[in-house]
């Protein structure tokens, strides 16, 4: 069987990537539409040896046409669309914030929580890409150990904000003034932080301490969250400390680790954010038991963002959908809660 696939966002860095990994997965495409802003309506992009136009998403769009829907291209267009397309039959996989932790929307790391997938009423959300690379690491020392208390800050590349986070370090990188900002302070040979709110915490770490919490499905888990932008292009990397039950034997967890789905451990080197990039795993070294305490380790992760902190994420959801022979959604008739 073979599917009608649409890419909202498809000019984007997520979107360009998504393009890329349903071929290199070779997932059963009978049609691909690519959809994005009126700014690159009528380009178009080379794909399997064809030109595909893209075209505005516009309410011209056959919005139930598709089986499958592959949304990037933020919030406030995945709120508006991602229902018009859900309540006409298409499944939609939305990459932005704007549908997660929504109770009719699943949050789903198809290593983690594969089963919630199958609970979709048309709208299926794929986490926050810092979150995305924690759950996989985490899940197995949840199953080993259970887990009480997790400590994480995040070094995080520029183009987790998109092409703009790109555009703004290049330039400067370049000794230029940047038409575009990601933040109001220098990116270049600099650390700074995701937007802050009135409260202290960045919305980037309010995502990661709640979606944690929902993928795990451990409500009560204590996350605190320190959410850091580095000047790099590529992938995320997370310094962990972890809290666990009970005593933790690190080699059974490394041990572990090595054999989960979508992990790849190193012991005689560490992952960084230039081996990570263009993997579709995630990547953990830097096992350590945790001096003072017997219960808790430290570890580091590292993932590529843009592709399992994102595009290989949903496409990942869309092939155990197409498994099981419920891509397509049949639930028409039962719409997602619409904000
Ligand atoms: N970057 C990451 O690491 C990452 C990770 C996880 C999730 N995400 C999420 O994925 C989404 C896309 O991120 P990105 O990094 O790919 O951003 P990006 O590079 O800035 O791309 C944004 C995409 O959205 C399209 N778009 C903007 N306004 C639109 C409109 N009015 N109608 C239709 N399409 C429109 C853009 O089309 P034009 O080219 O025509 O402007 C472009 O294709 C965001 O919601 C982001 O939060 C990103």
Redesign the pocket.
């Known amino acids: 069987m073979s599917y009608r696939v649409a890419i909202?966002?498809?000019?984007?860095?997520?979107?360009r990537a998504m393009l890329d990994i349903l071929a290199e997965r070779q997932f059963p495409i009978a049609e691909l539409a690519l959809?994005?802003?009126?700014?690159?309506?009528g380009t178009t992009v080379q794909w399997q040896g064809a030109a595909l136009r893209?075209q505005?998403?516009s309410p011209a769009a056959p919005s139930g046409h598709y089986d499958l829907a592959l949304f990037?291209?933020?919030?406030a267009?995945?709120r508006t669309w991602a229902p018009i397309f859900a309540q006409q039959g298409t499944t939609v996989i939305d990459?932005?914030?704007a549908w997660r932790l929504m109770p009719d929307v699943p949050l789903v790391v198809p290593e983690v929580n594969a089963h919630r997938a199958l609970e979709h009423r048309g709208i299926i959300a794929?986490p926050?890409?810092s979150t995305i690379q924690l759950a996989v690491a985490l899940k197995p020392i949840v199953v080993l150990y259970g887990i009480e208390s997790v400590v994480v800050a995040t070094y995080q590349s520029v183009?987790?904000?998109?092409?703009?986070g790109l555009e703004q370090l290049a330039a400067e990188l370049d000794g230029n003034e940047p038409t575009v900002r990601i933040s109001h302070h220098p990116l270049a040979h600099n650390a700074v932080f995701h937007p802050l709110g009135p409260d202290g915490w960045s919305e980037e770490e309010r995502k990661v301490m709640t979606e944690l919490q929902w993928i795990l499905e451990l409500p009560s888990l204590a996350v605190v969250a320190t959410c850091v932008r580095l000047p790099f292009f590529r992938s995320h990397a997370e310094a962990v400390w972890v809290e666990c039950t009970r005593p933790v034997d690190i080699e059974q967890i490394a041990t572990t680790l090595a054999a989960s789905p979508g992990i790849q451990l190193l012991t005689d080197d560490y992952p960084t954010p230039r081996s990570a990039s263009g993997s579709d795993s995630v990547w953990v070294g830097r096992l350590r038991r945790d001096p003072n305490n017997d219960r808790a380790l430290a570890l580091w992760i590292v993932a590529d963002?843009?592709r399992k902190?994102?595009a290989t994420n949903a496409i990942q959801i869309a092939e155990l959908l197409a498994a099981q022979g419920i891509l397509r959604n049949s639930s028409s008739t039962v719409p997602v809660t619409v904000q």
């Open positions: 909202v966002g498809a000019t984007g860095l997520v979107g959809y994005a802003s009126a700014r690159s309506a893209v505005e998403l990037s291209a933020g919030a267009i995945s990459n932005s914030s794929n926050n890409c183009s987790g904000a998109g092409q703009r963002n843009i902190g994102a």
